[in-house]
């Protein structure tokens, strides 16, 4: 069973800055891609970013320019940087990971409030 553990959600001001991290359990390069989603209140869970095995990222339209995604393949972990936050980031963050086969994996989710 793998663990996806996060950290440094929080609350901030808006056009201030935030950094998530994702720690796995087991090496990042063993899933098919691995990333954010996000859910705010009476929302579907919507992606934020993601970083395939290849190195190729995908984004989420209401965060590109605003937000950074990387990862270190040693220490296993995945990190959004979040600059410039708007009110309307506010939301649960989720760190997703996707096996090669199999149901996704997921993290138990961080609060980010962002106010005006």
């Known amino acids: 069973q793998v663990q996806l553990v996060e950290s440094g959600g929080g609350l901030v001001q808006a056009g201030g800055s935030l950094r998530l991290s994702c720690r796995a359990s087991?090496?990042?390069?063993?899933?098919?891609?691995m990333g954010w989603y996000r859910q705010s209140l009476g929302k579907q869970r919507e992606l934020v970013a993601r970083?395939?095995?290849?190195?190729?990222?995908n984004w989420g339209d209401s965060v590109k320019g605003r937000f950074t995604i990387s990862r270190d393949t040693a220490k296993n972990t995945n990190d959004l940087q979040m600059n410039r936050l708007k009110p309307e980031d506010t939301a649960v963050y989720y760190c997703?990971?996707?096996?090669?086969?199999?149901?996704?994996?997921w993290g138990q989710g961080t609060q980010v409030t962002v106010s005006s």
């Open positions: 997703n990971a996707v096996p090669n086969s199999g149901a996704d994996y």
């Open positions: 087991r090496s990042i390069l063993t899933f098919a891609a």
């Open positions: 970083i395939t095995k290849g190195g190729n990222i």
